[in-house]
T-cell receptor
Framework: GQNIDQPTEMTATEGAIVQINCTYQTSGFNGLFWYQQHAGEAPTFLSYNVLDGLEEKGRFSSFLSRSKGYSYLLLKELQMKDSASYLCAVQDSNYQLIWGAGTKLIIKP | TAGITQAPTSQILAAGRSMTLRCTQDMRHNAMYWYRQDLGLGLRLIHYSNTAGTTGKGEVPDGYSVSRANTDDFPLTLASAVPSQTSVYFC?????????????FGPGTRLTVL
């Protein structure tokens, strides 16, 4: 079957660094996406990885290991506005997205 | 720049009634998708369309139908609503069906079926 696992909730302090993990088992792999979703709003695209390694984009970085079925999203210099849910999604062999349930990130001052 | 719009924003519907959720995009994207999002679950694909004139079933298609008469519009119809269809519905679009094309989401429709 297809499965994507992420922690349900994480808490971090403003100014700190947090790593959100995602593990997956899917039928086929054509890349992994991370999206941010603020409460009551639509998901918005953060990053895409298709090759192993780290992709850096400002305060956010995303890492992929295809052999381990593992990715993480790293958020640096946390700000209160980073309080949101972070969704991991794998693009399968049909180029459809399989979504994790999301990780709710709570930032404390 | 509108991107993707959805209507209505929210709706309360009596069980057994029909309803159409509207979705329009102005980005000339080929692919469009309908998802439902329920607490504790990931986004689940209901139906999709890779290009105008074609549609396909996703993970949870039962009780829903779609059409894609043109590039811009992708309405989702509930023929006879049931309480288990209470959810937040998101429409999304993507430029093409290839690898590195992210999906863009509409603001969502919150539907309650009583």
């Amino acid at each position: 079957g297809q499965n994507i696992d992420q922690p349900t909730e994480m808490t971090a302090t403003e100014g700190a660094i947090v790593q959100i993990n995602c593990t997956y088992q899917t039928s086929g792999f054509n890349g992994l996406f991370w999206y941010q979703q603020h409460a009551g709003e639509a998901p918005t695209f953060l990053s895409y990885n298709v090759l192993d390694g780290l992709e850096e984009k400002g305060r956010f970085s995303s890492f992929l290991s295809r052999s381990k079925g593992y990715s993480y999203l790293l958020l640096k210099e946390l700000q209160m506005k980073d309080s949101a849910s972070y969704l991991c999604a794998v693009q399968d062999s049909n180029y459809q997205l399989i979504w994790g349930a999301g990780t709710k990130l709570i930032i404390k001052p | 720049t509108a991107g993707i719009t959805q209507a209505p924003t929210s709706q309360i519907l009596a069980a057994g009634r029909s309803m159409t959720l509207r979705c329009t995009q102005d980005m000339r994207h080929n692919a469009m998708y309908w998802y439902r999002q329920d607490l504790g679950l990931g986004l689940r694909l209901i139906h999709y369309s890779n290009t105008a004139g074609t549609t396909g079933k996703g993970e949870v298609p039962d009780g829903y139908s779609v059409s894609r008469a043109n590039t811009d519009d992708f309405p989702l119809t509930l023929a006879s609503a049931v309480p288990s269809q209470t959810s937040v519905y998101f429409c999304a679009s993507k430029k093409g069906t290839g690898e590195h094309n992210e999906q863009f989401f509409g603001p969502g429709t919150r539907l309650t079926v009583l």
